[in-house]
């Protein structure tokens, strides 16, 4: 399987070399619509990065990522801040295969950090239901942090479906499937280093 960016569309078609010719290709090639660029990315980071610097600058901070969407972001968010801070890692699963939530949030990976008393940001990839969110908010308060806020770096507001806050984020959109930067379709695009709207 292999990439081709159009340039003036700034698109990228996913071709597979299994398909026997041109017109195939243009049947089943599904179509990334850049939404972030590098760039926008670094700068929106950077952003985050001063803002949490600033709100924590006498805390005691510690970043848990939400494996595995959000490992790109907590990396470069890391490096960028100006206060210590110490991370740590927890996995969730609610989407299989499909670009549907499967609705059954299940943990895949424990924390891996003692948060007792703490102030924790919650590093996430995307918040759009925010019923993984609420789940990752319920599971992290049994550990007794002293503060508990969450970041993303995709906020789609518009379809929440409970009430949780988002404390930063880098983008909000409204719709959707996206792709890049830590963001997958089954296990798919995660390395691409923008931000893409996936059209199958």
């Not at 005691?60 to 801040?81: C, E, H, I, W, Y």
């Not at 988002?166 to 296990?187: I, K, M, N, R, T």
């Amino acid at each position: 399987m292999y990439c081709f960016f159009t340039k003036t569309l700034n698109s990228c078609n996913i071709v597979s070399n299994d398909l026997p010719n041109d017109s195939q290709r243009d049947i089943f090639m599904p179509e990334l619509i850049e939404i972030l660029t590098p760039s926008d990315i670094e700068t929106k980071v950077s952003g985050m990065a001063l803002s949490i610097s600033k709100d924590y600058a006498n805390g005691n901070l510690v970043l848990v990522g939400v494996l595995k969407g959000a490992f790109m972001l907590l990396a470069d968010l890391a490096r960028q801040l100006t206060v210590p801070s110490q991370i740590g890692f927890v996995g969730v699963s609610s989407y299989g295969s499909d670009m549907i939530s499967s609705g059954r949030i299940i943990v895949t990976k424990e924390l891996d950090i003692d948060i007792e008393g703490k102030d924790v940001i919650i590093v996430e990839d995307i918040v759009d239901t925010g019923l993984t969110l609420q789940f990752i908010v319920n599971y992290l308060q049994s550990f007794n942090p002293g503060t508990l806020r969450i970041c993303s770096l995709i906020d789609k507001r518009e379809r929440r479906k409970v009430n949780v806050v988002v404390d930063y984020a880098c983008h909000e959109v409204s719709e959707g499937f996206l792709v890049g930067y830590g963001l997958d379709h089954a296990e798919n695009y995660r390395h691409l280093p923008a931000i893409y709207h996936l059209k199958l």
